[in-house]
C-alpha cells in the first residue's frame, strides 16, 4: 500500500496511532521508518521524524508493517532482508521496537523473536517473524501485540498409510 503524504513524499505501509495523534510510515524514498503528528480535526500531519534507519546488514535493510501503539508512544514493525522479507515464504524476518519519536531508540525483541532459544526444530524456525500489530487498546496492565510466525508450533498429525486403515499419530515436533 502506497500513499502520497502531505509533504509530496511517497509513504508505505502508514498505520494510524489508535488514539488518533501520530502516523507510522516507512519513506519509499529512504525505507527509513518515521512519524508524523497527526490532526484528525482539520485532517492535518505534521513533524515528520525519520526514527530508524535500513542500515547497512543486508539481512534487515527492509523496515516493513509498521503497528503504533494505543499510546502513540511505541512502533513495532519487522526487518529482514529486502525485498524478500515482505513475502513470509521466502525471507527472515525479525521483530523489533521504536520510540514514536526519538530517532535512533530501536530495540530488537530478542524474547519475542526467540533469540537464544533451543527451538525443537532447529535453526528452522529462526527468523519467523512478520507483520507485528499492537492490539488497538491496552488490556491487564499491557500493550498486546500479535504477529504472524511460521515457527514450528504445538502439535501436528502425521499421516501413515491411507483410505480405511488410515493411522494418524501425534508429533509435537
Not at 524476518?93 to 530478542?110: H, K
Request: aromatic fraction near 12%.
Amino acid at each position: 500500500q502506497k500513499e502520497i503524504d502531505c509533504f509530496g513524499n511517497y509513504v508505505d505501509m502508514p498505520a494510524f496511532a489508535p488514539n488518533g495523534s501520530r502516523i507510522a510510515y516507512v519513506d519509499h524514498a529512504s525505507h527509513q521508518l518515521g512519524s508524523y503528528a497527526w490532526d484528525p480535526v482539520p485532517k492535518v500531519a505534521s513533524n515528520p521524524v525519520l526514527l530508524a534507519d535500513p542500515g547497512d546488514d543486508p539481512s534487515l535493510n527492509a523496515i516493513a508493517f509498521p503497528s503504533m501503539s494505543p499510546d502513540a508512544e511505541w512502533i513495532v514493525y519487522h526487518r529482514g532482508a529486502y525485498p524478500n522479507s515482505l513475502d513470509t515464504r521466502f525471507g527472515n524476518g525479525y521483530l523489533y521496537l521504536a520510540s514514536s519519536t526519538q530517532p535512533g531508540a530501536e530495540v530488537r525483541l530478542a524474547n519475542l523473536n526467540g533469540d537464544g532459544y533451543p527451538f525443537a526444530a532447529g535453526d528452522r524456525d529462526r527468523g519467523y517473524n512478520y507483520e507485528p500489530t499492537f492490539a488497538p487498546l491496552e488490556a491487564g496492565g499491557y500493550a498486546w501485540v500479535v504477529f504472524t510466525s511460521r515457527r514450528t508450533y504445538g502439535n501436528r498429525l502425521i499421516a501413515t498409510g491411507s483410505g480405511p486403515a488410515l493411522q494418524v499419530s501425534v508429533n509435537d515436533g
